[in-house]
């Protein structure tokens, strides 16, 4: 006999093991997309959303890049910087000597929490080495 046509019996005669449903109306956390920055290899740079709202960036703004001593590469708002527009579901800029001077192509996520100097907030792309 099938747990459902025992249920139909009576809950009193049949017990059904709990089973407990997961889904967006019940749970309070949403899927969350990782903070990512695409580089082509022609010098396309693309922020997706979730690196949008990370950094609290939006059409207009600047960024900046900035290299450790470590050769770690970190992405940074800057006056002056490269001018970001808006295109689809991300912001862009272009610029193949940058792309040069990073190295390397491809999808890069965005470190969670960035290194503060002074005043200036350091995102973390985490390139492997």
Not at 8 to 36: C, F, H
Not at 72 to 85: H, P, V
Not at 89 to 113: H, K, P, Y
């Amino acid at each position: 006999m099938s747990i459902m046509s025992q249920a139909k019996q009576g809950a009193d005669k049949v017990q059904v093991p709990l089973m407990m449903v997961y889904s967006p109306t019940n749970m309070d956390a949403k899927p969350r997309s990782s903070a990512k920055i695409n580089i082509g290899k022609t010098g396309s740079f693309r922020l997706n959303q979730a690196m949008v709202s990370l950094l609290s960036l939006k059409s207009g703004d600047e960024v900046s890049f900035s290299k450790d001593q470590f050769a770690n590469w970190y992405i940074f708002k800057d006056k002056g910087g490269f001018a970001l527009r808006e295109s689809k579901d991300a912001l862009t800029f272009n610029s193949s000597a940058l792309v040069s001077e990073i190295g390397v192509n491809g999808s890069f996520l965005i470190a969670g929490r960035s290194t503060k100097i002074g005043k200036v907030e350091y995102w973390g792309i985490l390139i492997p080495e």
